[in-house]
């Protein structure tokens, strides 16, 4: 799965959502779901970032995207319902979802983790999760029953599996995430709907800078070198594989 060779055509005629489309891990897959077939739709809170994607899918000749301007701290229930709706119009069907939008917050001791800080994570990682998988749903399952298979694809980090210190408010979230995504596999194990996590483990991104910053960025693996795996789990040769975090860099 690590060194997986997806075929050019692997996505051909699929869409596929992703969040967090702007930067980082989320824009690397955009281009790469795109260079492979898919039709993306690349949510994010940073229209300038959005178009910079666009702009680039378009340059490579692949299909053109489509941009969902959203900020996930803001959003609500209403705004999600009524994007899966344009979604169904414009599209009929939705493939996948790419959940990889994310906050950091600070690192510190419990203690003084700030409420708003915690309110404003919680929000980004699990609320706009929640909510934009219950709106989502409908239209996935449905194009699952239609086409034989769909995957919804969650974020997840080492913290989120084992807590560390510090690391109060994202892990606590990511423990979350990892909780959502099995609750769902479980509901979801007979409708061709799979849902996994990946853990990309330590990736040359702003996020990770932002937690490391006296590290070495360019020790790290790059979104690209990644890819294969977002590929395997977000294409049809993963049928089959679900309820599972897959860690994009074991020790």
Known sequence: MLDYQAPATLLNNKV????????????????TFAAHGATVILLGRTVAKLEAV????EAAGHPLPAIAPVDLKGATASHYRGMAETFAEQFGRLDGVLFNAGLLGTLS???????????????????????????LLPLVRQTAKQHGEASLLYTSSSV?????AYWGSYAISKFAVEGMMEV?????????????????????????A?????????????PADLM????????????????????????
Not at 160 to 164: H, L, M, T
Not at 230 to 236: K, T, V
């Open 184 to 208: 769902l596999a479980d509901e979801l194990e007979n409708t061709g709907v799979r849902v996994n996590s990946i853990n990309p483990g330590g990736t040359r991104t702003k996020m990770r």
């Open 16 to 31: 596929i959502l992703v969040t967090g489309a702007g930067d980082g891990i989320g824009r690397e897959a955009a281009l």
């Open 160 to 164: 989120g599996r084992k807590g560390r």
């Open 228 to 251: 294969p795996l977002y590929l395997y789990l977000m294409g049809a040769d993963s049928q089959g594989k679900t309820g599972q975090t897959f860690v994009a860099q074991p020790k």
């Open 54 to 57: 666009y702009d680039q899918i």
């Open 109 to 135: 001791p419990f203690e003084h983790i700030q409420e708003k800080e915690w309110d404003e994570v919680m929000q980004v990682n699990v609320k706009s999760e929640f909510l934009l998988t219950q709106a």
């Open 210 to 222: 932002s937690a490391f910053p006296a590290e070495d960025a360019m020790a790290l693996k790059t």
